[in-house]
């Protein structure tokens, strides 16, 4: 995941307007691929939010099992969603105060259970039952590497906008690299003592809940509880925020032209905040909490995301050879003009004589040294590697998940070449 993670990095440093992936694939394969990439990952976002809906009525349900039963949830998906259509609309300011608390306060609860949970632990035992292989099956080992990278996505947002961020070449490629890095180490350490504390037997609540109720007891439990309930709520905040800036970005860009576009660019008169765009991610993503669990919503954002990743990681290809085809060019026009200026007699001695080639040296001496230096050959080699994951990652997805993802694609293709009709027409 780091390769992919650095490879959005460096093209943060390469292009620093805001739009994160729908700049990058405009700038590598122009409007059309720029509009599906936009497309598929607003729903891709979309379906996270629907995802994280289902998260936070699981851990709801513990107080209130009635939310995760029957018409109990439906209404309480319904609620959900229109608390955050209005919150974004109408309380937008508290709301981006409140989210820098809510991080530092859900936080708290996970650290002091990870500090006393292996203060308790007997790791001679836990180590000694680590050291037992147990190899599963192939299959699930692949569906749990996808359902895992479902907590790693979401780094991308950071570029989302780099135009509004301090100094996006050094700032953004190192908050990348750290957060990630971080998130791993943080899940690597609940896992663990998740699997030493109360084992591979399936839990009756929440997975995190079990644990927190064996380290602290019922009070611990519901401290938990309570502290998974606001995490997601912030993360649906969050989502909602950045998703619907996102089609009213594309919006302003003219990626979403007529009517559309000009409904979906539109300011609230009153609140400032593009309300429609609000809206409609909000239905959006209410319908498809409706419709399914959260497994089957969290695998299907993770393949459209994958895709998006991918394509980002071949336009960062394209931008690293670009100049080393320049640079092969120019040299064969300075070679070329060399010739053209050489007297018959000094052909006759040409294993003489010596081209000047110091434009091509200086290339390689500067940027183009990718091939001379083995740091910069590593660098060209990441985003191979990050293109495997992506392509091991997107082949581990379901059959369902294809589909999704396919429907998506045709009804981007269809409204993208409908806009650019009625454009050329008009």
């Excluded at 319904?78 to 919150?87: D, F």
């Excluded at 001679?124 to 359902?147: K, Y």
């Excluded at 909602?240 to 008169?269: V, Y």
């Amino acid at each position: 995941m780091l390769a992919i993670v650095w490879c959005f990095g460096q093209l943060a440093t390469l292009y620093q307007e805001t739009g994160g992936p729908v700049v990058y694939a405009q700038k590598g394969f122009g409007d059309a691929a720029a509009f599906q990439t936009g497309f598929i990952y607003y729903l891709a976002r979309a379906t996270a939010i629907a995802a994280n809906m289902h998260v936070l009525l699981l851990y709801a349900g513990y107080v209130w099992p009635e939310l995760n039963a029957g018409i109990g949830k439906s209404f309480a998906i319904i609620a959900l969603t229109t608390a955050l259509i209005v919150v974004n609309i109408v309380g937008l300011k508290a709301a981006m105060r409140s989210l820098d608390t809510i991080s530092v306060l859900k936080l708290l609860p996970f650290v002091a259970l990870i500090a006393v949970g292996y203060w308790q632990l007997d790791f001679s035992t836990a180590l000694a039952r680590s050291s037992e292989t147990v190899v599963p099956a192939f299959d699930t080992i692949s569906a749990g590497a996808l359902l895992t990278l479902y907590a790693f996505i979401g780094f991308e947002t950071v570029v989302v906008t780099s135009g509004e961020t301090s100094s996006p070449k050094k700032t953004i490629p190192r908050a990348l690299m750290l957060t990630v890095s971080g998130i791993a180490i943080f899940y690597f350490c609940v896992q663990w003592l998740y699997w030493h504390t109360v084992g591979p037997a399936e839990p009756d609540s929440a997975p995190l809940i079990a644990l927190a109720n064996m380290i602290f007891g019922e009070t611990g439990a519901l401290i938990m509880t309570l502290t998974a309930v606001v995490s997601v709520a912030g993360n649906l905040l969050a989502n909602m925020i950045s998703t619907s800036r996102l089609t009213f970005s594309m919006a302003q860009q003219s990626l979403i032209p007529g009517k559309l576009g000009q409904k979906l660019g539109e300011i609230h008169a009153s609140f400032a905040t593009p309300a429609v765009s609000i809206s409609i991610l909000g239905i959006f993503a209410g319908a498809m909490a409706l419709s399914g669990s959260f497994v089957w919503l969290a695998i299907s954002s993770v393949l459209a995301r994958l895709v998006v990743y991918a394509v980002c990681v071949v336009v960062l290809m394209k931008a690293q050879r670009a100049p080393l085809q320049r640079a092969l060019l120019q040299g064969a026009r300075l070679q070329g003009t060399h010739l053209k200026g050489t007297s018959l007699q000094s052909a006759s001695s040409q294993s003489s004589f010596q081209p000047d080639t110091s434009e091509k040296n200086a290339y390689f001496n500067g940027s183009a040294s990718a091939l001379a230096s083995p740091v910069n050959l590593f660098r060209r080699l990441i985003p191979f590697v990050a293109l495997a994951v992506c392509a091991w990652s997107i082949a581990q997805s379901s059959t369902n998940a294809w589909l999704f993802l396919l429907g998506e694609l045709v009804v981007g293709a269809l409204l993208y070449f409908a806009q650019s009709n009625k454009i050329s027409k008009g």
